[in-house]
């Protein structure tokens, strides 16, 4: 949309084209940037991996949201004289009532779901009391402006207080005590209801005393539902995620084909005190006596295994190569496997060092890939390292497909299983692989959770 904005205002007039499954989505982003009558294009979806033969067949038929020759409605969105309407300012009213009009308990619950304000699991209504109870878990005032949020790019962007998180913290059944490790989670401005097709979702991670303040699982079952305090936080994030955006409704400001379980709560707590390394907080530059929380994009595959066993290594390469390599692996891992690689000599770094230099897979393969063709070989082709030696290399060449920025390890688990799970997930922060000239905005900083005491 920035590139065709540029072009209208060099005098060359544009035309969105996009895939039908995106009709609503197009229709609420030009509608929340002020253009609610932009003239858009629709071809079939889906548009990756086919033929030119079958790219061309698309433009020949019929537009299947206009139902009428695709051209022609390229054509008219060109040639079109603009309309009344279209000269017709375009304003939102986006404040809304604080309080809801007194009801019974059940038909306000079924309002928050009618309105798409839950995650359809039963909640905690969030009453005056209840809210004022949880903003006891801060000092920061209920009005201060946390963050703005949005599903995706190109949409307007929302901002939200301390208040509005505490009260999606209430709806998830959080304490007041949890409240500064949500308010540091929102405070990234990342959405944990990303709108992408991929399903992605976010994963995140506690680590300093905060964990045994509010009695944080990080043994037996830490990254299941097991633990009030890392259901709710995780919860809350979620929940805040679709009310501070402007909701996440399918096909409207969600797009994720298959969905994720992700999205529902996903937060854990690394096990500091059995690991045999320095807790991921540290490894990052921060102080053993801070507490942080880190956010993975991701969700997007997840792989099991146990060691390390004799056939560690080969397991390792099998895992690294099946992965979706766009989206980076973090790799969870009980502490009876970090001690047994610590025991053969490997430092958290040098298994991740060892893990980038035996990820490769041949180039025909790691390009013959949605993500990679469609989104790191534009910067492959505009001469980008690394992407671009990828794309020079001949198709049975075996490349690195990852490098040791690009994988974390974080200890957690209760040591009745030497198990470890590698699961996708970039750190919030750093640039899609690809683009890596570009600094990492996170750069060994992760987000403060003492900031919001």
Same mark, same amino acid.
């Given at each position: 949309?920035?590139?065709?904005?540029?072009?209208?205002?060099?005098? $060359?007039?544009?035309?969105?084209?996009?895939?039908?499954?995106?009709?609503?989505?197009?229709?609420?982003?030009?509608?929340?940037?002020? !253009?609610?009558?932009?003239?858009?294009?629709?071809?079939? #979806?889906?548009?990756?991996? *086919?033929?030119?033969?079958? *790219?061309?067949?698309?433009?020949?038929?019929?537009?299947?949201?206009? @139902?009428?020759?695709? %051209?022609?409605?390229?054509?008219?969105?060109?040639?079109?004289?603009?309309?009344?309407?279209?000269?017709?300012?375009?304003?939102?009213?986006?404040?809304?009532?604080?309080?809801?009009?007194?009801?019974?308990?059940?038909?306000?619950?079924?309002?928050? $779901?009618?309105?798409?304000?839950?995650?359809?699991?039963?909640?905690?209504?969030?009453?005056?009391?209840?809210?004022?109870?949880? *903003?006891?878990?801060?000092?920061?005032?209920?009005?201060?402006?946390?963050?703005?949020?949005?599903?995706?790019?190109?949409?307007?962007?929302?901002?939200?207080?301390?208040?509005?998180?505490? /009260?999606?913290?209430? %709806?998830?059944?959080?304490?007041?005590?949890?409240?500064?490790?949500?308010?540091?989670?929102?405070?990234?401005?990342?959405?944990?209801?990303?709108?992408?097709?991929?399903?992605?979702?976010?994963?995140?991670?506690?680590?300093?005393?905060?964990?045994?303040?509010?009695? +944080?699982?990080?043994?037996?079952?830490?990254?299941?539902?097991?633990? #009030?305090? =890392?259901?709710?936080?995780?919860?809350?994030?979620?929940?805040?995620? +679709?009310?501070?955006?402007?909701?996440?409704?399918?096909?409207?400001?969600? +797009?994720?084909?298959?969905?994720? =379980?992700?999205?529902?709560?996903?937060?854990?707590?690394?096990?500091?005190?059995?690991?045999?390394?320095?807790?991921?907080?540290?490894?990052?530059?921060?102080?053993?006596?801070?507490?942080?929380?880190?956010?993975?994009?991701?969700?997007?595959?997840?792989?099991?295994?146990?060691?390390?066993?004799?056939?560690?290594?080969?397991?390792?390469?099998?895992?690294?190569?099946?992965?979706?390599?766009?989206?980076?692996?973090?790799?969870? %891992?009980?502490?009876?496997?970090? @001690?047994?690689?610590?025991? !053969?000599?490997?430092?958290? #770094?040098?298994?991740?060092?060892?893990?980038?230099?035996?990820?490769?897979?041949?180039?025909?393969?790691?390009?013959?890939?949605?993500?990679?063709?469609?989104?790191?070989?534009?910067?492959?082709?505009?001469?980008?390292?690394?992407?671009?030696?990828?794309?020079?290399?001949?198709?049975?060449?075996? /490349?690195?497909?990852?490098?040791?920025?690009?994988?974390?390890?974080?200890?957690?688990?209760?040591?009745?299983?030497?198990?470890?799970? %590698?699961?996708?997930?970039?750190?919030?922060? #750093?640039?899609?692989?690809?683009?890596?000239?570009?600094?990492?905005?996170?750069?060994?900083?992760?987000?403060?959770?003492?900031?919001?005491?």
């Amino acid at each position: 949309m920035g590139f065709a904005l540029e072009l209208e205002k060099a005098g $060359i007039p544009t035309i969105p084209v996009s895939t039908h499954a995106f009709a609503r989505l197009a229709k609420a982003t030009t509608k929340a940037a002020g !253009m609610p009558t932009t003239r858009n294009a629709f071809v079939p #979806q889906p548009v990756v991996g *086919l033929s030119p033969g079958e *790219l061309r067949a698309y433009i020949e038929a019929d537009d299947p949201i206009a @139902k009428k020759p695709f %051209m022609q409605v390229v054509l008219d969105g060109l040639t079109g004289p603009l309309t009344d309407e279209d000269y017709a300012d375009a304003s939102f009213e986006r404040t809304t009532p604080r309080f809801l009009e007194p009801d019974t308990e059940d038909n306000i619950r079924q309002l928050f $779901i009618e309105e798409g304000w839950t995650d359809f699991l039963p909640i905690i209504l969030p009453t005056e009391q209840r809210v004022e109870a949880m *903003l006891k878990g801060t000092s920061h005032a209920a009005d201060e402006f946390v963050n703005r949020m949005s599903p995706t790019a190109f949409r307007e962007k929302w901002d939200f207080d301390v208040e509005k998180v505490a /009260i999606n913290a209430v %709806m998830a059944g959080a304490r007041p005590e949890y409240l500064p490790v949500i308010l540091a989670l929102c405070s990234s401005g990342f959405s944990a209801r990303s709108s992408s097709t991929t399903s992605w979702a976010t994963i995140s991670c506690i680590n300093g005393p905060i964990r045994n303040e509010i009695g +944080m699982n990080y043994g037996i079952g830490a990254l299941g539902p097991y633990n #009030q305090a =890392n259901a709710s936080i995780g919860r809350a994030y979620c929940l805040l995620s +679709m009310n501070a955006q402007g909701g996440s409704e399918p096909g409207n400001t969600y +797009m994720g084909s298959v969905g994720s =379980n992700w999205n529902y709560t996903a937060c854990f707590a690394e096990n500091e005190e059995a690991s045999p390394w320095e807790p991921f907080h540290v490894q990052k530059g921060h102080k053993a006596e801070e507490s942080t929380a880190a956010i993975f994009f991701g969700g997007w595959y997840t792989q099991s295994g146990f060691g390390p066993r004799e056939t560690w290594k080969e397991k390792f390469i099998r895992c690294l190569t099946a992965t979706d390599h766009f989206s980076n692996p973090f790799i969870v %891992m009980d502490p009876l496997v970090a @001690k047994d690689f610590n025991k !053969m000599g490997f430092t958290k #770094q040098g298994l991740i060092e060892w893990c980038a230099e035996n990820a490769k897979m041949k180039a025909k393969y790691y390009w013959d890939d949605q993500w990679t063709t469609t989104l790191v070989k534009p910067h492959a082709e505009a001469g980008i390292e690394p992407a671009a030696s990828r794309l020079r290399a001949d198709p049975d060449e075996l /490349i690195s497909i990852f490098s040791d920025k690009d994988i974390e390890i974080l200890v957690t688990g209760g040591e009745t299983q030497g198990a470890f799970k %590698m699961i996708s997930g970039r750190l919030v922060g #750093q640039m899609p692989r690809g683009n890596e000239r570009r600094p990492s905005q996170t750069a060994g900083k992760l987000l403060s959770i003492d900031k919001w005491r």
